[in-house]
């Protein structure tokens, strides 16, 4: 415990001491590592900026549209691709949403993992998945409150793709349709 408390107040120390540009040029990458391999497409093919079309369902069925951006890039030397989730204010919310995800593949297991954080509401979510076909991405968790969620990445296009959120109850035999996003490449 001792250990790990000491790496962390090393490794803030170090992000301390770097200004926000050192950061930013420090972490982000031109293109994905050579370790990856075929494995790079899997999730390359979403690096860039894309305009969002939200839409959540609510449990009775509403929906609730709102817009923002999804920002998507390699970092970490290239072995790693992180995306920035942003939702903009709409209806009585001030303030804009935002979250970001690591995704990063395990040789191992062959597959690829994602670690998602949402700092507004103190929430982490640990996924595991990969490609389903050619044009789909597809991470599960049994993190988020259900017994399992899904998020696709689907039809995945040089200009456009769709997400899905998905939760099932029956260990993934049923699922119920949370959220659809609509991404449009910005250009």
């Known amino acids: 415990m001792k250990t790990h408390y000491a790496i962390w107040l090393m490794a803030a120390g170090l992000v301390s001491s ?7 040029t420090s972490i982000e990458a031109k293109s994905p590592n050579p370790s990856l391999g075929d494995q790079a497409q899997v999730v390359g093919r979403m690096v860039g900026t894309w305009d969002v079309q939200y839409t959540d369902f609510a449990k009775d069925g509403t929906a609730t549209h709102r817009t923002g951006e999804f920002i998507v890039g390699w970092v970490m030397d290239g072995r790693a691709l992180q995306d920035l989730w942003i939702v903009n204010p709409s209806g009585k919310r001030k303030d804009r949403e935002v979250y970001t995800t690591l ?5 191992k297991t062959q597959t690829w993992r994602a670690t998602f954080v949402d700092p507004e509401h103190v929430s982490i979510a640990r996924f595991t998945g990969g490609p ?24 995945i296009r040089a200009d456009s793709f769709v997400y899905r959120d998905e939760g099932s109850d029956d260990g993934g035999k049923t699922w119920k349709l949370r959220s659809e996003y609509h991404m449009t490449r910005q250009h």
């Open 18 to 24: 770097l200004s926000a540009s050192d950061l930013t």
């Open 103 to 107: 995704h990063y593949f395990d040789p």
């Open 132 to 155: 389903v076909g050619n044009d789909r991405y597809v991470l599960e968790t049994p993190d988020l409150g259900t017994q399992t969620t899904r998020w696709s990445f689907s039809d």
